[in-house]
């Protein structure tokens, strides 16, 4: 369960509050912010602050004076030119912070993009709940044989029951192991009065990788797009681009021109090496080519084919 | 003049709309925004958008769910505690965008802080204006004579006089050979149709480095202080102080319980070294100590009794 | 065993090679170079690679054309002071590589300081190997009583030895239900042929955050000793600090005077606030003081107390 | 003249000194060391330092343990893959500094690369040289008519030799003003004894941007090939672009591999936009299409068509 009860308070106490700004505000953003959009078992993504609109990345570009009020289509324009030509400062000028649940395994992936700014959950100084990622079903998939770092087909049958059955009961025994190390129990109380317990910083090692964890998570717009082209990308591990997803339904919502250009220019399109545009100028004179008359190695001639529906 | 009339107009159209938000809002920093706070003789720093307040610097260190309501004593020690221990990060959840006017040789300064977005107006695609700084008299200082990097005294009299005549006509004779390069006068007319004007990117080199220029400027709360405890210094340059000390300004209005932890902390305190802290020590015990005796080199000694009011 | 044989003879290899260079070199950092330093039960810390030393830093900061070769003496002074007055930007002229053995939830902390470079062992491409980290009897530490983030006493006889117990047979089990999940045993060949193993990406869950990773990890000297300043601290983690340990090893070999110059004006001093110094200074005044009478909080005040020796 | 008598002597000395080093040595660049490559007509670019080379970022790809030491082809198609795939953290395992002498209008685009290092000349704490950039008569372009940010063709005759007098004039007349108001002439002597001099940080403001300053410039292999991407790219101002270049040769002396690899995938492809992708395979399919057909706004279409060579 993502949130319970008095997290559920808590937000909606939250969103029923409105106080008036002069900053620029985005109606379709506010509609969804404070909400979990939940993500895998029990994990979310909620936005939980702004700064900024498309308006605002338009008016870094002009250095102008106001809040880049020209028309719509002039705007859109301009975003999808600074867009195709990876001008990627004014971007930069909007900030999104987000608060995320999700499994260590996956937070160890995450926390690789530098340029955002984090505060995660403590366990050195906390207690952490016991709460694990059990994939679904369609989700336990085998080791794929063409790709070293990727999945293949789905498990089926017994070995998928065994699987889940390890990952539930290692999860149950090494939280059961964790509270008796640190001598406390599910509400705070101590187990046995004789023995002291070990420091938290130190019984966090016995839990596995599968545990949630949660943090706030906060980068500019450029970054954002940046962990969303990596992320939200089909060669992303399936846990962590689900997240990149759920990143995105805001990223629609928060700037709908700077997304849409970001889908037709960064996320949609692909990138022909020097070799690469020199083959596709010879298939569009009408030329028969090759791997090998193009000098492009036969992995790379599979992919550029692949990319050109050939 | 900072703003003309036309950016008056366009400021105060902006100050005039209100709308709804559920995230935090700061009273204090709403009143100055979009306000030019005038700096030297023609810049200015205007607040233009910003994220958070004292509450989410709490919120991140909590990683609470809410936003960090508890009473305002203990967000205020909580606050003193973060700045005292250096605990960093959750200042990294505010962030704050300033547009500012100011001179290239202080724009060359104040860019080697790189933890920061800038958008500056493009001199390679528009034409700059023909603003320089001009120091007031009491500004006009000498080299200072124990410091190879710092001022003394203020030119007097006649030296005073020739200083300003220099610069004012060197910028005007820059200024006008500029206009001549490009062949385009004040109102953009073409000067000489029999010529064609040099390009913009190459002109702008006859330019000295008093002429001012405008960028927008946006970080996080946590590189802000950083840039502040730098810059609004004693030892740093007066043209840039200035700026600094604008922005503490609205750094006051903005996060009020942060900007006295920071004033308190960082601002008005003093490290001690290792062979420092010994020699306090001593003198705490009664005992009389010298530089030599404390293997203190002189000029460190002097920078410590100073600090110490000794 | 931190190293095997096979990596042992490949390290001795590289020892052996030498080749000329008229780039800066460290004779003393040569000596240490590629050798494994341990740290923890099964860790280390290699330096693999360096650029620039002392020189370089003082070279950087008199922009000078040759290595900075002026006297020893003058250069100690001169890093003596940039130290002194946080004049952070000629540090960054030095870069080093280090090679890093350790626990999981080490890397966890480390990773956090984002100013530096990592390449980790992929746990998605590879299967990582059965090896944990077990502490020492004498770090199997209580939790601290006064301070929720660090360790009281150390846990004695049937307690300590039943943490010992859970942490090695929970790791043992975690390890061979991976390989169960993965279908594949410890030379890599198949568990069972009528499973198809589940993806490694997915498997690696189950491991538990004492198992050992290794990444390249290069940052800068400035960056450096920031991440010493905080790591080598007593209020860092035990088993990181260790790690830091080794490293600040590593730094007094490579750049000894700035070594010097940063354990005396960082590591070793204080820094005193506003009201610590006002504080101080009636001290030395020999008035006699409270925590009321300057106003500061008592958790503070006696944290100011300790450090003055009172 | 790029560098005098007595800095030709030092470099000399350096480049006749050489040390046994055990790291990663590169011949071709060995022999690059700190000589200047001449760039505009008084600017160079020296190597001063470099860290690692093709081999490093091998390694730290796979995260091996020695020097990444199987056949070249392997590593080859290694270092393309990874190019190819925007796999860039291993290519941030290398470092190089460089030591630049540049226009200030130059050194004002060069320094919005925020990961990089720099120390630069002082102008508060020194004086400048009286050095100035005057562009070659092939590079005294006019505005371009059809691209606001960019040159069209090159002035001539008697609107040429008014441009250059008019730098060559204001830059003289500026920097005998600059000596005046510092009241210090070439040898460094007073010039005027009853006058004080105006301090060294306001006087500097007198310049014009084309005079020279100098710097140390470092950075990973990764950013430089950032900032390659953008600076050798005919888009970039012409004055920039030819210290890419120069920076380009060392960058083909240091890591051959890597580069190669840029230059096929970086420097010499183009992106399709998923509408320029479906444009390109309707064509394939030997359908005649227009910008309309596709969606894509006639100035993108003109780019594309010219990228496809139609």
Redesign the interface.
């Known amino acids: 369960m993502p949130?319970n009860e008095a997290?559920k308070r808590?937000?909606e106490?939250?969103?029923g509050?409105?106080?008036?700004?002069?900053?620029?505000?985005v109606p379709a953003l506010?509609e969804m912010?404070?909400k979990p959009l939940p993500v895998l078992d029990q994990g979310f993504v909620r936005v939980i602050?702004?700064?900024?609109d498309d308006g605002?990345v338009v008016?870094?570009?002009r250095?102008s004076?106001?809040?880049g009020t020209r028309q719509v289509s002039e705007d859109r324009?301009l975003l999808?030119y600074l867009m195709?030509h990876r001008h990627t400062?004014?971007f930069?000028?909007c900030?999104i912070?987000f608060?995320v649940k999700l499994?260590?395994?996956v937070?160890?992936q995450w926390?690789?993009h530098?340029?955002a700014?984090?505060?995660?959950?403590?366990a050195?100084?906390s207690i952490l709940n016991r709460e694990f990622?059990m994939?679904a079903p369609d989700?336990?998939?085998?080791?794929?044989q063409d790709n070293?770092?990727?999945?293949?087909?789905v498990?089926q049958g017994e070995?998928a029951a065994?699987?889940l059955d390890?990952?539930r009961e290692?999860?149950a025994?090494?939280y059961a192991?964790y509270q008796?190390?640190?001598n406390e129990d599910d509400e705070g109380n101590v187990i046995d009065p004789k023995?002291?317990?070990?420091?938290?910083?130190?019984a966090?090692?016995?839990?596995?990788?599968?545990i949630y964890t949660?943090?706030?998570w906060?980068c500019?717009l450029h970054n954002l797009l940046h962990f969303l082209s990596l992320r939200a990308d089909p060669h992303a591990?399936y846990e962590i681009r689900v997240y990149a997803d759920a990143m995105l339904e805001a990223l629609r919502a928060w700037v709908p021109l700077t997304a849409e250009a970001f889908?037709?220019?960064r996320?949609?399109?692909?990138?022909?090496?020097?070799?690469?545009?020199e083959a596709?100028?010879r298939?569009?004179a009408g030329e028969q080519v090759s791997a090998k008359d193009c000098g492009i190695?036969p992995r790379?001639w599979r992919e550029l084919m692949d990319?050109?529906?050939?």
Chains 1, 2, 3, 4 share one sequence.
Do not use: C
């Open positions: 949130v997290q808590e937000i106490q939250l969103r509050q409105a106080t008036e700004t002069r900053r620029a505000v506010e912010l404070y602050d702004y700064m900024g605002a008016q870094a570009a250095v004076y106001g809040r324009g999808r195709r400062t004014p930069e000028m900030e912070k608060h499994p260590v395994f937070a160890r926390i690789r530098r340029t700014s984090v505060n995660e959950y403590s050195r100084y990622y994939p989700q336990l998939s085998t080791q794929s070293r770092q990727g999945r293949g087909g498990l070995e065994r699987v390890i990952l290692d999860a025994r090494n192991d008796e190390m640190l023995r002291q317990g070990l420091a938290r910083e130190l966090r090692m016995n839990l596995p990788l599968s949660e943090w706030y906060k500019d591990q889908e037709d220019y996320m949609g399109g692909v990138h022909l090496s020097r070799a690469g545009l596709v100028k298939m569009l190695a790379e990319s050109l529906g050939q």
